[in-house]
């Protein structure tokens, strides 16, 4: 192994799948080497449909990325995403020796008691502390305290079976974490006060729209909306008759996409007042779903101070203004990571934030000395390049039947869940409340 540490990072989207390899140097997270592939079909809704597909795109990638870095791709750091992927909170309350100090074992172990059950069909991926409290007072880190009392709230970051079946399928032999990717972009993204004072993180995709609300510093809800910029583009190319990448174009070449009463021009031989009022409709739609996640969470608008837009369906112009109207809370696009180093412009793309901030969080996530990548022969550093785009998948197979979320509990045997569970002892960690190293 060389001495450099290198993450190698992956994320799969319902368009397209984007591998990156970065460098952990003292300026940052140098990213030497970006790639991507098209998808069509393969992936639905965050969830992948076709592993064998999305394999062998996943292999390609990994053989551009190893030509580039001359070096053999040993792990990867895999984004989790999706429509089914949302938070579930579970709170427990132990009456406990007040005569005793509280120790690690005993969170450790009220924590493996909390994720005993979560929904039939459904997996922890990840366990994100909220809230202890010791005779009702918060605290950060209750170890050595006394008390009569503990209580502690935790969020389960939970997906369906299938969703990491899939991904196992598709990433193959090679050692693999998984890592949620909303987390990774909240975490990179959003600022310490706007995780304070109350923020939510709305990342929009083709198909799907992640909503992510914080306050005090904790995450309080999770969840995963199955609309997303296809939706628009859908629209257009429905009302005006158009195919839909004629209809993308339309999109994207409307100077007040969201103005139906802007000034009429020809974009594409259609006009654009058309064109603005199926988008402005489809997508009020949207920002009244997003904003009824705030009482679904259990809070109230007072609570969200501010609105944070990623994704390549949040690059829609005019949409913070759009939002900021509707909600009457300040909006603003989120910018990729600061400790991340590009020095190509094309890496330096909205539609890059995930995977970015996927590099940044695995980075700080790795052992010292880790590397992911084994006999570099890196010098002075390739040119970084960017991917290309093969033609679109054309044949998958049949989705996989949806299972119902709402029956009992199903075992789980394996190390995953231990490996959940010490990931959870961050619990004990002041400096990073909520639950990612």
Same mark, same amino acid.
Request: net charge negative; with cysteine; proline share 4%.
């Given at each position: ?46 969830? *992948?449909?076709?592993? $064998? /597909? &999305? @394999?062998?795109?996943?292999? =390609?990638? %990994?053989?551009? +990325? ?90 389960? *970051?939970?997906?369906? $079976? /299938? &969703? @990491?079946?899939?991904?196992? =399928?598709? %990433?193959?032999? +090679? ?263």
């Amino acid at each position: 192994m060389g001495k450099n540490q290198y993450i190698v990072a992956f994320e799969i989207g319902s368009s397209k799948i984007v591998g990156a390899i970065a460098e952990k140097t003292a300026a940052g997270v140098q990213v030497r080497c970006l790639e991507r592939e098209k998808l069509s079909n393969c992936v639905r809704y965050g969830g *992948i449909q076709n592993p $064998d /597909m &999305v @394999k062998s795109s996943i292999n =390609r990638i %990994i053989t551009r +990325l190893e030509n580039a870095i001359d070096g053999v791709i040993k792990k990867v750091y895999v984004g989790v995403s999706g429509r089914s992927v949302h938070s579930v909170e579970v709170e427990s309350e132990h009456g406990i020796d007040s005569s005793r100090p509280i120790t690690e074992d005993m969170i450790k172990s009220y924590i493996r008691e909390m994720t005993r059950n979560p929904q039939k069909g459904y997996e922890i991926i990840d366990i994100v502390p909220r809230v202890i409290k010791v005779d009702n007072k918060e605290t950060t880190n209750p170890v050595g305290q006394f008390g009569s009392k503990i209580s502690i709230s935790v969020n389960l *970051i939970v997906a369906k $079976d /299938m &969703v @990491k079946q899939n991904l196992d =399928r598709s %990433i193959g032999m +090679l050692n693999k974490e998984y890592v949620i990717t909303p987390l990774a972009v909240a975490k990179e993204v959003l600022t310490e006060s706007e995780r304070s004072l109350g923020c939510m993180l709305v990342d929009m995709g083709a198909e799907t729209t992640t909503v992510s609300i914080y306050k005090n510093n904790a995450l309080c809800y999770l969840n995963t909306l199955p609309l997303g910029g296809l939706n628009l583009t859908k629209d257009i190319a429905m009302g005006l008759s158009v195919v839909e990448d004629e209809a993308e174009s339309i999109k994207l070449n409307l100077n007040s996409p969201l103005d139906p009463n802007a000034d009429n021009i020809e974009v594409g031989g259609v006009k654009s007042t058309d064109a603005a009022s199926f988008i402005s409709a489809r997508m009020g739609e949207m920002i009244a779903n997003i904003n009824e996640q705030v009482a679904y969470a259990k809070l109230t608008t007072l609570d969200v101070k501010s609105i944070v837009i990623v994704g390549g369906g949040a690059q829609l112009k005019g949409l913070p203004e759009k939002m900021e109207e509707d909600l009457k809370v300040k909006v603003r696009r989120g910018e990729y990571p600061i400790d991340v180093v590009i020095t190509d412009h094309h890496v330096n793309r909205p539609e890059y934030i995930e995977i970015l901030s996927l590099l940044s969080r695995s980075a700080k996530r790795m052992s010292a000395g880790e590397s992911c990548v084994e006999r570099m022969e890196y010098v002075d550093g390739p040119e970084l390049r960017g991917g290309v785009e093969p033609e679109p998948v054309t044949e998958p197979e049949p989705a996989p039947k949806a299972e119902d979320p709402n029956a009992g509990a199903k075992k789980k045997k394996g190390g995953f869940f231990d490996k959940l569970l010490k990931r959870a002892s961050v619990l004990l960690d002041e400096n990073d409340v909520d639950g990612e190293k």
